[in-house]
């Protein structure tokens, strides 16, 4: 089977199949975008058209794929470069990808100046969160606002009088999501001091279900009902059959 020909898609067209890539809807993608749903549908049309791919999802799929591959080789290329003008024989292994030595110590070469780089500018470094082995759910290099979230809860002191009751009230919010019978487990609420998480697994079942219930998480009830307990939304992340909420907590 041909390799798939990216170089045509533009930036709108790859924006919108990436967002696609971690379980987004063309609705959510509008949001995310500042663009109208019929806007987005187009942008996939046309990168359909331009790939010869018949479905967005699996288009997004290959499109996803080929970046982390891209991303795998620009980092051994970086390597080689790294390793010296004495290291040709590395050089050459690393250019070729046969050769796993040279990029092993071209990585561990890179590893030691990043660390080198972080302790000598710790602000700079970025937030290391693994993801959350419990839901099954990554925070991709995209989603730097749901992954700093994540470790900001976990960094802070937990506010008992306020957390409690938030936890309750999303939790008895969430159980009435149209769909929620069909969800595997009840969904996880973790309250700290400035946002609360809530982190659940998609309804099982047919597609419909899947977008049916996210389409009701994204949409402007939802945030109206929190805003008058006192949220306001702060980003979410639908990946691997799981999601994962923020509200943070209103000034007063």
């Not at 790859?14 to 500042?34: C, P, V």
């Not at 306020?162 to 309750?168: D, F, K, M, N, T």
């Not at 969800?183 to 697994?201: D, F, Q």
């Amino acid at each position: 089977m041909p390799e798939t020909d990216f170089s045509a898609l533009n930036h709108g067209e790859r924006t919108a199949l990436d967002l696609l890539a971690q379980g987004h809807t063309a609705k959510s993608i509008a949001q995310i975008t500042g663009r109208s749903v019929t806007s987005v549908n187009e942008r996939l049309r046309e990168a359909r058209r331009k790939t010869g791919v018949g479905s967005s999802r699996e288009l997004a799929r290959l499109l996803a794929a080929q970046e982390n591959r891209d991303k795998q080789i620009g980092v051994a290329a970086a390597a080689a470069v790294a390793a010296g003008p004495g290291q040709e024989a590395a050089v050459t292994g690393v250019r070729g990808l046969q050769t796993r030595g040279a990029v092993l110590m071209g990585f561990t070469l890179l590893s030691g100046i990043a660390a080198l780089a972080m302790i000598s500018n710790p602000a700079s470094a970025p937030q290391q969160v693994p993801g959350d082995a419990e839901f099954n759910i990554t925070f991709p290099d995209a989603r730097m606002d749901t992954r700093n979230l994540y470790a900001q809860l976990r960094g802070e002191t937990r506010d008992p009088a306020w957390a409690a009751p938030r936890e309750q009230a999303l939790r008895a919010r969430y159980a009435r999501l149209v769909h929620a019978a069909r969800m595997a487990r009840p969904v996880r609420v973790t309250c700290g001091a400035t946002l609360c998480e809530v982190a659940g697994v998609m309804p099982t079942g047919d597609e419909k279900l899947v977008n049916e219930t996210m389409s009701e998480m994204q949409g402007g009830e939802l945030d109206k009902e929190m805003g008058k307990l006192g949220f306001k939304n702060g980003g979410q992340l639908f990946t691997g059959g799981s999601f994962i909420t923020y509200w943070l907590r209103k000034e007063p």
